[in-house]
């Protein structure tokens, strides 16, 4: 399958700080970006979506100011997390879907993830 | 929206015996059920997924089955092995190619398999 790497793979950083994820589709070009963000022992939770070239679009509850995203190119969308707080520690994921069949439906494959810990 | 159900939240076996993992849906529009494996630290790996045109699907020791009537599908994993320990989510998801649609995942199903 299509491989989707992030980095860094985990950080620490000061209450206060802002802190970049990047998330790169390495062998295939990603029109769609997703992120995630995921609490111990829970499911994933779609933060936003991001397509290639125009501004992401946010769930419902996700603050756009605090969770900036870039989706600069077609294998890089990047994810700053402003001014953190230790409530922003999490698991954070991306996504990037695939190109599709002739016909067919968009294969989503998932990064590795990177553990953000605010102190 | 999509809601999607998953049971058990966990579920222990010994090696080599059968794990049924089922998920329940809510949209009928729905047509798109992967299944993936997170194991711990990392992020979730897609292991197989079903159309909605399809009953069933196998790939080796894992399998899907598809009951669009009653909108549940289910994993199968055959001669489980300790390696298979991880958490296991189910999505669903509508839509066409290209339209932006997202998936919705179960609450996970933490699987262990006791050697």
């Known amino acids: 399958g299509a491989v989707v790497s992030q980095h860094p793979s985990w950080v620490i950083c000061k209450s206060g700080t802002s802190v970049k994820i990047e998330c790169r589709s390495l062998d295939f070009q990603a029109t769609t970006m997703f992120w995630y963000r995921q609490f111990p022992k829970q499911s994933l939770m779609l933060m936003a979506t991001s397509n290639e070239g125009s501004k992401a679009t946010y769930e419902q509850g996700v603050e756009k100011d605090k969770f900036l995203i870039n989706h600069a190119s077609l294998t890089l969308s990047t994810l700053t997390v402003t001014s953190a707080h230790p409530e922003d520690s999490s698991f954070y994921i991306c996504s990037a879907r695939s190109p599709g069949l002739a016909g067919g439906y968009n294969e989503q494959f998932f990064g590795p993830g990177t553990r953000l810990t605010v102190l | 929206g999509e809601n999607v159900e998953q049971h058990p939240s966990t579920l222990s076996v010994q090696e080599g015996d059968s794990a049924v993992i089922k998920c329940t849906y809510s949209d009928s529009a729905s047509n798109y059920f992967p299944w993936y494996k997170q194991e711990l630290g990392k992020g979730p790996q897609l292991i197989i997924d079903i159309r909605s045109n399809v009953g069933e699907k196998k790939d080796q020791r894992i399998a899907v089955t598809l009951n669009k009537t009653a909108k549940h599908f289910s994993l199968h994993i055959t001669e489980t092995q300790p390696e298979d320990s991880a958490v296991y989510f189910c999505?669903?998801?509508?839509?066409?190619?290209?339209?932006?649609?997202?998936?919705?995942f179960g609450g996970g199903t933490r699987l262990m398999v006791k050697p």
């Open positions: 999505a669903a998801r509508k839509g066409r190619v290209n339209a932006g649609n997202m998936l919705t």
